[in-house]
């Protein structure tokens, strides 16, 4: 056959980072010919990672509309999905994870009856609302993929127990730590000014992120309640949060911790500040799934402010714990880390399951091998 035409299809910052290394891979290849289309579910934020990526979409849908709802964002990302995908007459379309995007661009290659590759297959947590929407999201996008990227054994075991087929599915690790070395360094300089007067030297800085739909009202108050406490009783800790542009966010976060001088509520951040403010940290709160995976890799705690993971490798290896969102919880667990030294070196240097640096690699040539232009996939991440 002639060149693979590849179709990769994102919307948001988390799917733009862990998409970056696989579409500058497949951008190299001879034999396959790739073309991007970003449906800017997100918008300020997508175009930092494009920036940063030096990526420009061949297509971009450009539905980010003030308060967007979730069927806002899937009826505008289906029907200019659809559209794309007849014009662009694909091979593959390639999805990331379990935005709405993704959703909705599963449905319209299924639609159109294009091969469909999902990146970062198999997660589940087995609870439709948490995380809400994504757990259904990513469950639909499993339903209709025809090649599955698990990033790891335990999701290929989740993707096994639905029926899915064996030859369907390659284990590749996860592509979110490709990126991460190519972003941080000991002298990077910030392009936030203001997380450059940090004293990262004299104090114990705690990033941390909070965005999670089904955080929003109660639990996020109790997360504020928490920081609040930490950052009254330990004088040498201090909190940087990016804030999240979402209303329903940053009123709370302004509201509880506007007035506390050792607490840090600035814009969103570009990838790269963020990766590196991690790695200048002493320690990660968030309710995000990619920092599940990048900061382990920068040798951080992780305290995930969510009842339940879809990441059950990082708790096994201890890199990463649950803290929930009740205040008392997140605040216990928190300043245990802050005064156990041994239980914080135990999770500071637990093992990352998620990674290697290779599966943009491996997915690469899983795709080859797909179509007949490899003689064998790659060896599983293990």
């Not at 309640?225 to 909190?239: N, Y």
């Amino acid at each position: 056959m002639g060149k693979i035409k590849v179709l990769s299809i994102f919307g948001t910052r988390p799917e733009a980072v862990k998409m970056a290394p696989l579409v500058k891979q497949l951008a190299s290849c001879p034999h396959i010919s790739s073309q991007i289309c970003v449906t800017a579910q997100h918008r300020q934020m997508l175009d930092q990672v494009l920036d940063i990526f030096g990526i420009s979409p061949d297509f971009d849908l450009n539905i980010m509309v003030q308060n967007q709802d979730l069927a806002h964002i899937t009826t505008s990302a289906l029907n200019g999905l659809i559209d794309v995908i007849k014009r662009a007459k694909p091979d593959l379309v390639l999805v990331h994870g379990d935005t709405t995007t993704t959703m909705a661009a599963s449905l319209a290659a299924y639609y159109t009856q294009v091969k469909l590759g999902h990146v970062e297959a198999g997660l589940r947590t087995h609870d439709k609302f948490a995380p809400y929407p994504e757990e259904v999201n990513r469950r639909i996008a499993g339903v209709l993929a025809d090649l599955n990227f698990s990033p790891t054994m335990a999701a290929k075991s989740n993707l096994l127990a639905e029926n899915t087929k064996a030859n369907s599915i390659f284990v590749t690790g996860n592509t979110a730590i490709d990126a991460i070395d190519s972003l941080v360094s000991d002298g990077y300089g910030f392009k936030d000014d203001s997380l450059n007067t940090i004293d990262f030297a004299n104090k114990r800085i705690i990033a941390m992120t909070a965005h999670r739909r089904e955080n929003y009202g109660q639990p996020l108050q109790n997360i504020c309640k928490a920081v609040a406490r930490l950052a009254t009783d330990f004088d040498d800790v201090e909190i940087v949060w990016p804030v999240h542009l979402s209303p329903a966010v940053s009123n709370i976060a302004h509201e509880l911790l506007g007035n506390n001088n050792k607490v840090r509520l600035i814009p969103p951040i570009d990838v790269a500040d963020l990766l590196n403010l991690m790695h200048r940290s002493h320690m990660v709160l968030t309710d995000s799934g990619g920092l599940q995976e990048e900061a382990p890799h920068l040798n951080k705690p992780v305290l995930v402010l969510r009842d339940v993971t879809e990441r059950p490798e990082g708790l096994e290896t201890g890199c990463l714990a649950l803290a929930g969102t009740e205040e008392s919880t997140v605040y216990n667990m928190a300043a245990r880390l802050l005064t156990d030294k041994q239980e914080y070196d135990c999770m500071a240097q637990a093992r990352n399951p998620f990674g290697d640096g290779k599966a943009s690699q491996r997915i690469h040539k899983a795709i080859l091998y797909h179509f007949g232009l490899a003689d064998s996939p790659a060896e599983d991440f293990a």
